[in-house]
């Protein structure tokens, strides 16, 4: 998750008391809480005694006289960058001392009183489950309030993950992100007070392998195919006629499993699929459609004059990647600290291992370059996982304090209807290269950028491998 404090606010004490200064964290651009110094000074006290001061980065120092407008800024830069490092740590950013901290903060920051609320979480094909929630239950206990209105096993329970996505006039979801431990559902998706967005349920793992486990229950089956379905309904994964029609058949005769395990075989099965954007690959400025699974991004582009390609970048070959935010300057060309600024940009820069011993990087500009990044993270740890023997239930591990179980009925699964004819625009994909290294790509070195090197994600699943192997 990408931390910023882009900006402060002067603030009015409470009962009349005297103005002080707010910070104003946001995750991924979006206003998550407003906090004071004293405020995080004492998370900052509380980690140091749980965890030690060798293991925590540097914090601002307490001032004596009023800062200056030069000293609040200073300090503003100095909080945003800690609070990254905290959450980059993963044994800090994962703490309960952490995580309950911005729980409250952001309750607080939304002025939502703790009482229970019907919540609406859809799945996947657009089914609604409305579960009863408590406005301050964190992302687990919404989770498993799902899990128990569907009947979902409580060890299939890590297996799915809840996503805040924006819907779209053509009712297409528009992921925006996973929603983490140290946020409340509820107010998330309130906050935003729109209501194009919208809490979905889907899968959270990307090896297919992993589908077995999920599919031995019915449930889990169920939650697969209404995925799948409604996966090639939207054009993600990649059908040409003859497989349309032997999944069509297989829809008729109920056969869910033997639906999924044709689906498998399928382009881009279980990939999440990212809205339209813009690269440098292979040239600048060129308009691609990205999507993220099985290991690899993949981009989709259409060259001038050409059919539709696709270039595959295998997360293996991604030496290190980051993303970083520019924010264009007010029509003026100087803004004051804290104010006047426009809207974000985010890129995803990540070095790529082209050929032996020849790394480049190649930049994506989305806006959901954070979600990109998070997507890699993930293929990373469940790579990292496999590697060392471990079991994804072990990564999944859920809290400690046994399940949450809400009074409500039980819902079932609704089965989609039958695929719809292909769509006969839609183009056929042929590969941009069988071999990177020949492609022609335009060098355009390390990303230019004012991010500390905090930013940047070391990958422990990276590869180094010979020209044999491209």
Known sequence: MHFSIPETESRSGDSGGSAYVAYNIHVNGVLHCRVRYSQLLGLHEQLRKEYGANVLPAFPPKKLFSLTPAEVEQRREQLEKYMQAVRQDPLLGSSE?????LRRAQQETQQVPTEEVSLEVLLSNGQK????????????DVLEAVAAKLDLPDDLIGYFSLFLVREKEDGAFSFVRKLQEFELPYVSVTSLRS????????????DSAYDDDVMENRVGLNLLYAQTVSDIERGWILVTKEQHRQLKSLQEKVSKKEFLRLAQTLRHYGYLRFDACVADFPEKDCPV?????NSELSLQLRLPGQQLREGSFRVTRMRCWRVTSSVPLPSGGTSSPGRGRGEVRLELAFEYLMSKDRLQWVTITSPQAIMMSICLQSMVDELMVKKSGGSIRKMLR?????????????????????LESPDATRDSMVKLSSKLSAVSLRGIGSPSTDASASDVHGNFAFEGIGDEDL
């Open 289 to 293: 459609v990205v999507s993220a699974g």
């Open 398 to 418: 859920r809290r400690v304090g046994g399940t949450l179980r809400r009074s409500d009925s039980q819902q079932a699964v609704k089965s989609p209807p039958l």
């Open 97 to 101: 001392t952490f995580n309950s901290f």
């Open 195 to 206: 209501q194009e967005y919208k809490i979905v349920l889907r899968k959270s793992y990307w």
């Open 129 to 140: 489950v409305l579960v009863n929630v408590l406005t301050s239950d964190q992302t687990e």
